[in-house]
């Protein structure tokens, strides 16, 4: 009953910038996690970010001091803002929100770092 709709992915140079966005509507539980996981092709799904109603983070050690996670309670949005991305960033971004009730999945935005 949650829908999430990813924005933002394409294709950057290295060392460049992109910035993310998750929307989630439908049965929105008030305390939840939103956050951000990738995965490239032939390797498992990783967590990049999550971020709670209270504002704490946590970060995969990979992306700490280059991307920053944030979100908007009022419009149920997360952002991923990718700061010197770097080719080993390049894979598919899913949007994750999890409550009580259950985990729930975007489809996924590609993100593609090449010169």
């Known amino acids: 009953q949650v829908q999430l709709v990813e924005s933002g992915g394409g294709l950057v140079q290295p060392g460049g910038s992109l910035r993310l966005s998750c929307a989630a509507s439908?049965?929105?539980?008030?305390?939840?996690?939103m956050g951000w996981y990738r995965q490239a092709p032939g390797k498992e799904r990783e967590l990049v970010a999550h971020?709670?109603?209270?504002?704490?983070?946590n970060y995969a050690d990979f992306v700490k001091g280059r991307f920053t996670i944030s979100r908007d309670n009022s419009k149920n949005t997360v952002y991923l803002q990718m700061n010197s991305l770097k080719p080993e960033d390049t894979a598919v971004y899913y949007c994750?929100?999890?409550?009580?009730?259950?985990?729930?999945w975007g489809k996924g935005t590609l993100v593609t770092v090449s010169s």
């Open positions: 971020i709670y109603n209270s504002g704490y983070t």
């Open positions: 439908g049965s929105i539980f008030s305390i939840n996690v």
């Open positions: 994750n929100y999890q409550t009580p009730r259950g985990t729930y």
